[in-house]
Nanobody
């Protein structure tokens, strides 16, 4: 599956952004989807994941209650709604697709190109 992330940008602290990730290729609904992020000088980290049907979601503690992952299987798209953004949320955000459960990068087999999110204080 090929993934294309979009929606990043510059926002003030406390603001919101919605990231989108459009998928093409094999059946989108057969994949678990996730979002990861990588800040400058840091390791890539798990942000959120959603099951194939969208019935279950999982979040990193650092974003729980502020970010919401969702998907539209009819549109082959996964979203990340980010509210109450903080400067520490500044990173390149990547969407990923996988066939097994888990929060590790190795649990995801396909990756998008990343979209920059910058939160100013």
């Amino acid at each position: 599956v090929q993934l294309q992330a979009s929606g990043g940008g510059l926002v003030q602290a406390g603001g919101s952004l919605r990231l989108s990730c459009a998928a093409s290729g094999r059946t989108f609904s057969s994949y678990r989807m996730g979002w990861f992020r990588q800040a400058p000088g840091k390791e890539r980290e798990f942000v959120a994941a959603i099951t194939r049907s969208g019935g279950s979601t999982y979040y990193a503690d650092s974003v729980k209650g502020r970010f919401t992952i969702s998907r539209d299987n009819a549109k082959n798209t996964v979203y990340l709604q980010m509210d109450s953004l903080k400067p520490e949320d500044t990173a390149v955000y990547y969407c990923a697709a996988g066939e097994v459960s888990g929060r590790h990068q190795s649990d995801f087999s396909s990756w998008g190109q990343g979209t920059q999110v910058t939160v100013s204080s």
